[in-house]
């Protein structure tokens, strides 16, 4: 079946503008999870929902940041005001359901990501 | 921080198995041993994950130290498709920010 899909695939923004990226979770998974990857280093958490609801937001950088899943699917990251250290790829991530049922149900499936060039 | 430790980088030959070392001394006793890669501007791939058993899938082999402080992935006949960053994660299940990637090791499969 269909993975985990994101667009844009790439997005450049000029220095203080807002952009928005979207992920599609695998159909039926009840958990998704926002990642960002600055250039030659892993991934790191940003965000998780479980369905609608955005059950921890630790890892979001700064209040310019903001994550929503408004129907327990579609989930938009939105940055404002984007600075030049926002550039990364944000990956997206969904699992059948998180929380401690089995290992098989809470692995991770990640999309292709969105490359983000702040100029 | 991440809780693992693994090489940067690694050469294998094409056709030949290539194993990957994870050093993990501080797990504790319900976290589990995931691997991802990742390939080239793609996003995390699963391969396999454990608890304290050696598990084999169709993608790979993993072994787990009796200890468990150590485990290794084991690639059993490497082409050049497998050439990505493999990375080494120890995770609860119900912590949801528990996914510590780490810089991973950079494996190149050469012909």
């Known amino acids: 079946g269909a993975g985990v899909s994101q667009s844009p695939r790439y997005k450049v923004a000029k220095r203080g503008q807002d952009v928005a990226l979207r992920c599609d979770p695998i159909?039926?998974?009840?958990?998704l999870f926002w990642y960002q990857q600055a250039l030659g280093q892993g991934p790191e958490f940003l965000t998780y929902f479980q369905n609608e609801a955005q059950l921890d937001k630790s890892g979001l950088p700064s209040d310019r940041f903001f994550a929503e899943r408004p129907e327990g699917s579609v989930s938009t990251l939105k940055i404002q005001r984007t600075q030049q250290e926002d550039s990364a790829v944000y990956l997206c991530a969904s699992s059948l359901v998180s929380g401690g049922l089995t290992p098989s149900t809470d692995t991770q499936y990640f999309g292709p990501g969105t490359r983000l060039t702040v100029l | 921080d991440a809780k693992t430790t693994q090489p940067p980088s690694m050469d294998c030959a094409e056709g030949r198995a290539a194993n990957l070392p994870c050093n993990h001394s501080?797990?504790?006793?319900?976290?589990?041993v995931y691997w991802y890669r990742q390939i080239h501007s793609q996003g995390p791939q699963y391969i396999i994950h454990?608890?304290?058993n050696n598990e084999t899938n169709e993608m790979a082999s993993l072994i787990i130290t009796e200890d468990r402080k150590s485990s290794t992935l084991i690639l059993p006949h490497a082409t050049l498709r497998d050439t990505a960053v493999y990375y080494c994660?120890?995770?609860?299940?119900?912590?949801?920010?528990?996914?510590?990637f780490g810089a991973g090791t950079r494996l190149t499969v050469k012909p």
């Open positions: 159909s039926g998974h009840v958990s």
């Open positions: 454990g608890l304290k």
């Open positions: 501080t797990i504790s006793g319900n976290e589990y």
């Open positions: 994660i120890v995770r609860v299940l119900y912590n949801n920010n528990d996914m510590r």
